[in-house]
């Protein structure tokens, strides 16, 4: 476009040379459409002797347009700077442009008459902006000391308030950087910016200085002068000096500020702070150094919140849901820690944009690709290695991202005694995302994620599980005030289990999830007191619960086959963050869920009041592919507000209903790789829950120390459990198998964090307690006999510290410790003797605990030189995962060894386990 | 789906390789009132049914404790009764003999007065065992059965086994010492005949095949350094036919008590089976009574047959030491039980002294009987 106008420009100034005035005096003519000021500048001095004399930077914000024939000097600069603080002083030929003040060039009289004159015309009417949006360059502020003008400049600035709108972004790659803070001290105002590192922000006309944080960014502020609505895109420096730093909150103020509770942000170089088992970042493992996050044990594939169960989180990759988090069974989280960005968890507060489960949602967000240069880093450590290169396709327009990672894990395997040393694992992942700006009003966002898992053993039986999905966003600001994002996507989860140790049994197990989501999501800046979030989504699942093959010319199995299920989960919602003063923030939404359960099926129909149970069938009812066999709604209320009681202290408080249809069916501990996933229908009613909670929020030191308490009393309606021996694959019944269950939690969060210095981390405790209960009528034999029993991941007392000294830019160290109640378990309370050996009778479940769990892990960063520029940088991490080597227990399990019954605690991770990784960056 | 859940198990323990397991004694856990434990399968027909009673003691326990004294009685649905006898300690036995009832069930009165009564259940026939055999293992091998029903009507089975096996001790003991005087042995100690009895649950389904056909289902395992075939081994499998819900119940039974372990274990639980206390419905009551008829089958293994990596390794550490002619008494009058002597010493043709042994490296009467089983072949 620009180049348009200089083409413009350029004729015009041809076509007027012929007639162009050489002397002082003469007369100028000249076209001049959106011209910055050296066009306009190059266009007068090329006709007529006139000579410039201005500083650009002060006028890079400056657009000239007019149409003048034969026109003097000084009506031209009279013309071009109408309405603006810039100035001109003529000087025989020599022609100075200022901006704010004038140059007097003549000396100093006492009744001097200047030969310029400034122009000041009072504006009263609202500032418009006339010139098509998209024809208007967004100033990129990238100093600290200028003072960027914002809107249409007049030279007295009308009192009110304006909006200011833009993306902040990093300087080097141009990627965007999202939950950056702006905050603006004169009116003690802050705003993050979302996803796409967009921000809007309403301020007073005027002065203000934006002091804006960014995780992993210097920490930075911009002069502005607001005139009137307008855009600014803001670039970032990265902290190149420290390159391990923990951090968790992007947003030092957001702490006490926002209304949000219960939501924890951290960055990717805080979670490789972390020592992990094996050396490389974990994602997951992170989470569970949180407050309100427990696990049943070491090495687990989920994780539990605030007392919610491991399927009752939404584990979102970029927008797309991903089922099963983990690699090898759990020992590894299935997210490159080169590609991820940073993570979300939302505890309390859930935005009424999710739903769809009742504990949390984890956002999961990927870098974008450097959109100016290629880069690319690797990792190489015991057990896997990763590479991921980026780069822009098209510069500053179109960037890509591609991470992968593999392992080489079968020398552990070799390892084993004789009976597992022929077997095999493997797992890799791949992730891959576009962005491309289309204009400024739009981009477009693609992301693919892949991640297999392979265990074969002794070369028989193979195991393989595996994720895939692929979502496309797109995001359009309508104006200012109102931008979405549109999105769609599949996400896939399988697995698939096959033996063909015994010819007759031969067999192929698989199960998989298909989902198809569409959702569109809106931003309404509506003023500065309220802005408006709305949308719709959309999630059509497909399951296949389960297929049963056989494999071989020999295989006598009997193909089983179980339903496959459909059903169409949508969400409305609409929410609003309110400031109703200064002081006081609410935010409030809705959110209308409606599910359909599809057909084709064919559903039981129980005898009403009666036991689940086969007898209990009155007939079945068949229906046709797509039919509605059944619709739940219900809507979700989403509210939170904040109390400012002084500037660094706030109370909060929240409550917030959700609803869950899809549900994990498990009676293991912990989710097990052959655990199925069975929609709501007409006799599984969804999950549902409430939370309440409140909070106290302060800040202290300039806001580098933040400390908070949460309390929180929740409700969870119609959690499944199971009835003693239930079988919950390739059950064609499941409903006769489940037992609705009733919960309750609650518990206090304390967490203190310090952000910044030589010294950074957190410390948190938590008081908590889950207990669920069995009250479901028509369910037969009843757990405990009714009456409320700990959950399986009930741990009151949890403690855990996260720290990390830099004793220069090049050395650092970590520690984690965390200290936990065990958690319960239900022991044998008798045994006696029955075919032929010694048995054990359990009574109530979950009346015991294991030994209280003690973990602390240590690791040594040594980062190569600090020089900018060279071709790689590289980086060791050296250090010990359970440095004690306390052989905490994941479980204690009575068991028959030749007839006689002993008990045995089973250890994972139960030495010291060193580890080293080499990482490097090109 | 049995080898399923094994590859399962498989799994999990290979993902232990970073983990591990130790002893674990359990805090003090208060033991509720003990609890009748009811096993056995009524056999309709001319063999002798067998129910044993026991009670359910505390973890710490080393006791047995069965139920005697109690009234057994089992009933037809035609109205038949079959009162049973106590035959040994909680071993109650009687014979039923083909009655015209199709349904049988157990009654129990208890010596403290409780009633205790069994659901009735239909009378199975077990089909036959086609065959027993074994495979080669890596490292022993694998005794399997093959059964098939021809109606197609059974598919859930349970066996259980005894083995036999021959075996000798480590020494031959050529002398004995009777009244402190070394005399040469009357009766051989060498050679002997241990048997044991099925400690595991093994159970088999053929609910997912096209027919009711069991095909190599493993029974048990032996190391190929095993003393049970040191030379000729014998197997009695027993077959017994269950219902879909006996199955259950042995299934849960096997997994809270053999399967534990892993990552991924199933919450414990003890499912209760199909007897029922009628004076006090809250008393558990432990077991499932099965009503079918018992197929068995033997089969012999000799060393002859197998590779030559068969050999056994003796499981005492065994030495022999010598005692020069002068010291002979002291050995004489030591207590019986401390050595044995094995063989003699001579040097240029004299007698110079013996070779003494532990008992446990020369007598195999300690560990099974010299009296050859009377199905021995």
């Not at chain 1, 162009?20 to 459409?33: D, E, M, P, R, V």
């Not at chain 1, 420096?237 to 968790?248: A, C, R, T, Y």
């Not at chain 1, 880069?375 to 980026?390: D, F, K, V």
Request: contains cysteine.
């Amino acid at each position: 476009m620009r180049k348009f106008y200089l083409l413009c420009f350029c004729y015009l100034f041809f076509m007027q040379m012929a007639s162009g005035q050489q002397t002082n005096n003469k007369l100028i003519s000249g076209n001049f459409q959106q011209a910055t000021i050296a066009q306009f500048v190059n266009g007068v001095e090329s006709k007529s002797s006139y000579h410039f004399y201005y500083d650009s930077k002060s006028f890079d914000s400056l657009r000239i347009t007019l149409q003048v024939n034969d026109k003097p000097l000084e009506t031209i600069l009279d013309m071009a700077f109408k309405n603006t603080e810039y100035h001109y002083a003529i000087s025989q030929n020599l022609v100075f442009l200022t901006k704010g003040r004038q140059i007097k060039t003549d000396l100093a009289e006492g009744y001097l008459e200047t030969t310029t004159t400034a122009v000041a015309a009072n504006q009263t009417t609202t500032v418009a902006d006339y010139t098509d949006e998209r024809d208007k360059k967004v100033p990129e502020a990238t100093t600290e000391n200028k003072l960027y003008e914002i809107g249409i400049k007049t030279n007295e600035i009308k009192p009110g308030s304006s909006r200011l709108s833009g993306y902040i972004r990093n300087i080097k790659s141009g990627e965007a950087i999202v939950g950056a803070s702006i905050y603006v001290a004169s009116t003690k105002t802050g705003i993050a910016t979302d996803q796409f590192g967009y921000f809007t922000i309403i301020l007073p006309r005027g002065r203000h200085v934006l002091n804006i944080r960014g995780l992993g960014m210097r920490d930075t502020r911009r002069q502005i002068i607001l005139y009137s609505d307008g855009r600014l895109n803001i670039e970032l420096q990265e902290q190149v000096n420290s390159l391990k730093e923990v951090k968790i909150s992007a947003d030092k103020v957001a702490n006490v500020r926002s209304a949000e509770m219960g939501v924890s942000r951290l960055n990717i170089s805080s979670i490789k702070q972390i020592p992990a088992a094996f050396g490389e970042a974990d994602v997951l493992k992170v989470v569970l150094t949180l407050p309100g996050v427990t696990s049943v044990g070491e090495a687990t594939t989920g994780f539990n919140v605030r007392g919610g169960a491991a399927d009752e989180n939404l584990i979102l990759l970029d927008g797309a849901t991903i089922y099963n988090p983990a690699h090898f069974f759990g020992f590894f989280a299935a997210f490159n820690p080169d590609i991820v960005k940073n993570i979300e968890l939302y505890k309390s507060s859930i935005p009424e944009k999710y739903g769809g489960r009742l504990s949390s949602v984890l956002e999961i967000t990927n870098r974008e690709g450097n959109k100016k240069i290629f880069t690319g880093s690797a990792g190489i450590g015991l057990l896997t290695s990763r590479l991921n290169i980026e780069g822009p396709i098209v510069k500053d327009k179109t960037s890509f991202i591609l991470g992968a990672r593999t392992t080489y894990s079968d020398w552990l395997l070799h390892l084993l005694p004789e009976a597992y040393k022929h077997s095999s694992a493997s797992f890799n992942d791949v992730n891959l995302g576009i962005s491309h700006q289309i204009n400024d009003k739009n981009n477009i966002y693609l992301t693919g994620y892949l991640s297999n898992d392979k265990f074969k053993l002794n070369s028989d039986t193979a195991y393989s599980y595996s994720n895939k999905s692929l979502v496309l966003k797109w995001k359009h600001n309508f104006n200012n005030k109102l931008y979405s994002v549109i999105s769609g996507g599949i996400d896939k989860y399988q697995y698939d289990i096959n033996s063909t140790a015994n010819p007759v049994n031969a067999f192929d197990l698989g199960f998989n999830i298909n989902q198809t989501n569409f959702r569109a999501d809106f931003t309404y800046y509506l003023s500065n007191k309220h802005t408006i979030d709305f949308g719709v989504n959309s999630i059509l699942y497909n399951v296949n619960p389960g297929k049963f093959e056989p494999t071989g010319a020999q295989s006598l199995v009997l193909p089983q086959v179980i339903a496959p299920e459909h059903a169409l989960e949508s969400g409305l919602y609409l929410g609003d963050k309110y400031d109703v003063s200064s002081k006081l923030t609410i935010n409030a939404g809705v959110r209308l869920n409606v599910y359909n359960y599809l057909g084709a099926q064919v559903v039981d129909n129980y005898a009403p009041n009666l036991p689940r149970e086969p007898v209990n069938v009155i007939d079945s009812t068949s229906y046709k592919s797509g039919q509605i066999i059944k619709t739940y709604i219900s809507p979700d209320i989403r509210i939170s507000a904040r109390y400012l009681l002084n500037d660094d202290l706030s109370l909060k408080a929240g409550y917030n209903t959700l609803h869950q249809y899809i549900h994990l069916l498990s009676n293991t501990t912990s989710i097990s790789p052959t655990d199925v996933y069975k929609l709501s229908d007409s006799n599984i009613k969804p999950e549902h829950g409430d939370q309440v909670s409140l909070g106290i929020f302060k800040n202290a030191k300039q806001n580098t120390l933040e400390m908070s308490v949460e309390v929180y009393y929740k409700r969870i309606r119609d959690y499944l459990d199971y009835k003693s021996g239930a079988v919950l694959l390739l059950n064609q019944h499941v409903e006769q198998d489940v037992i609705n269950t009733q919960g309750k939690a609650y518990g206090a969060e304390f967490l203190l964090k310090k952000t910044a210095g030589k010294l950074n981390g957190w410390v948190s405790y938590t008081y908590s307690r889950t207990f669920l209960k069995q009250d479901d009528p028509n369910a037969g034999e009843l757990i405990n006999g009714g009456a409320y029993y700990p959950a399986n991941y009930d741990k009151p007392n949890a403690f855990n510290f996260t720290g990390n000294y830099k004793f220069s830019h090049r050395y650092s160290v970590s520690l984690d410790v965390a200290y936990s109640t065990g958690r319960p378990i239900t022991l044998p309370i008798a045994k006696y003797y029955y075919g032929g050996s010694e048995r054990v009778f359990y009574s109530d479940r979950n009346q015991y605990r294991i030994p209280d769990y003690f973990r602390s892990d240590f690791s040594l960063n040594i980062e190569g030189n600090h020089r900018i520029h060279q071709l790689t940088h590289n980086s060791w991490t050296i250090g010990v995962y359970n440095l004690t080597g306390r052989q905490n227990a994941y479980s204690t399990f009575f068991t028959e060894q030749s007839g006689v019954i002993s008990g045995y605690k089973l250890s994972i991770f139960a030495s010291p386990i060193p580890f080293i990784n080499y990482n490097i960056r090109f | 789906m049995n080898t399923f859940l094994k590859c399962l198990l498989y799994i999990t323990l290979a993902t232990i390789i970073i983990s591990c397991k130790k002893p674990y004694n359990p805090p003090a856990i208060s033991s509720p009132g003990s609890y009748l434990v009811v096993e056995g399968v009524i056999s309709p027909g001319n063999e002798i049914t067998t129910i044993r009673l026991s009670r359910t003691v505390k973890i710490s326990s080393n006791i047995i404790a069965p139920e005697s004294g109690a009234a057994v009685t089992i009933e037809g649905d035609q109205n038949e009764t079959f009162p049973m006898g106590l035959d040994s300690a909680g071993i109650y036995t009687c014979v039923i003999g083909f009655g015209i009832s199709k349904k049988y069930r157990l009654r129990i009165s208890t010596a403290d007065g409780q009633q205790y009564l069994s659901d009735f259940e239909t009378a199975q026939n077990t089909p036959h065992i086609d065959s027993v055999g074994y495979n080669l293992t890596q490292n022993g091998l694998q005794i399997y059965v093959n059964t098939h029903d021809p109606n197609n009507s059974t598919h859930y089975y349970r066996w259980d086994y005894g083995e036999t096996w021959q075996f000798h001790a480590k020494y031959f003991s050529q002398f004995e010492v009777v009244n402190n005087q070394l005399v040469i042995r009357s009766k051989q100690i060498y050679g002997c005949f241990a048997s044991d009895s099925s400690s595991n649950i093994v159970l088999g389904s053929s609910a997912n095949l096209k027919s009711d056909v069991i095909y190599q289902n493993p029974i048990t395992n032996i190391l190929a350094t095993s003393e049970k075939v040191e030379t000729k081994y014998s197997i009695l499998v027993r077959e017994y036919a269950l219902t879909g819900e006996a199955f259950n119940f042995w299934t849960n039974l096997k997994k809270n008590t053999e399967q534990l372990g892993s990552i991924f274990d199933a919450q414990p639980s003890t499912m209760s089976g199909n007897i029922h206390c009628i004076s006090n419905p809250n008393l558990p009551v432990l077991g499932y009574i099965s009503v079918c008829s018992t197929q068995s089958k033997r089969i012999f293994i000799t060393n002859l047959q197998l590779p030559n990596n068969f050999f056994a390794t003796y499981p005492y550490d065994c030495q022999q030491d010598t005692v020069k002619l002068a010291d002979l008494p002291t050995i004489l009058t030591a207590p019986p039980g401390i050595f044995d002597i094995t063989t003699q010493i001579s040097k240029n043709g004299f007698l110079v002294g013996y070779f003494i042994t532990t008992p446990i490296c020369s007598d195999c009467t300690l560990r099974g009987t010299t009296t050859q089983p009377a199905f021995w072949k």
